[in-house]
């Protein structure tokens, strides 16, 4: 297995809405990415996680709370979002961190509207 | 501040002919560079790498050059094939981080 996959593809909610952004690995990574990416702009970073432990939060409003309940999966969950929420949430995983060159390998993304 | 730049936003090329994507950087400490291909509705799909130490690497139809000096990395595809239509980042990471900058990407078009 050599995927990253990402549920569900496609998510409209509420901004009174709860809902969650899951992403699942089986490659034993040890670090997972949260990036978002609006449209026409590159990906951009929300959080790692390292060994389970939050590594970065790039300061990343408490609307979205991430969680790393094992080594192969990692949740985001949403809470009061805005409308200007609405993008790609791309999960990604590498072996470990710190070591640029093993790259990364992306899910396909929740596409996310708030409306 | 973008650290990365890819100032084509889009390229048309004939099937068959050589497609060449520009990349910009101006981070000195950046020493390990990607470039992903992404289709529509679909995360980017790693394409290849290339460290401060080499100035070239190939993998079959693509090879990506690194200019230290002038802070540019380019993507050559040859050939051509429509199914390399897709938006192409390039991303640029210092070799012991955990977090890469993107490009804004170039959407190559290539004509059948």
């Known amino acids: 297995d050599t995927e990253v996959t990402q549920t569900p593809k496609h998510l409209v909610m509420g901004m009174t809405n709860k809902k969650s952004l899951k992403c699942e690995q089986h490659m034993g990574h040890r670090a997972m990415y949260w990036y978002k990416q609006k449209a026409k702009k590159p990906p951009e970073l929300m959080f790692v996680y390292s060994y389970e432990k939050l590594s970065i939060n790039e300061s990343v409003p408490s609307r979205f709370s991430p969680e790393c309940p094992n080594s192969s999966l990692l949740n985001l969950h949403l809470h009061a979002l805005q409308p200007e929420d609405s993008a790609l949430y791309l999960c990604?995983?590498?072996?470990?961190?710190?070591?640029?060159?093993?790259?990364?390998?992306f899910g396909s993304g929740t596409r996310l509207t708030v409306v | 501040d973008q650290q990365v730049k890819q100032n084509s936003p889009s390229l048309s090329v004939q099937e068959g002919r050589i497609s060449i994507l520009n990349c910009d950087y101006t981070n000195s400490m950046f020493d390990y560079f990607l470039w992903y291909k992404k289709y529509p509705a679909e995360g980017p799909t790693f394409l290849i790498s290339?460290?401060?130490?080499?100035d070239k690497n190939e993998d079959g139809r693509f090879t990506v050059f690194l200019n230290k000096s002038a802070k540019h990395l380019s993507l050559h595809i040859v050939p051509s094939q429509p199914g390399d239509s897709a938006v192409y980042f390039c991303?640029?990471?210092?070799?012991?981080?955990?977090?890469?900058?993107f490009g804004t990407g170039t959407s190559l078009t290539v004509i059948p």
């Open positions: 990604a995983s590498s072996l470990i961190k710190d070591r640029a060159d093993y790259g990364y390998t």
């Open positions: 991303a640029a990471s210092g070799y012991s981080g955990n977090q890469f900058y």
């Open positions: 290339i460290s401060s130490i080499k």
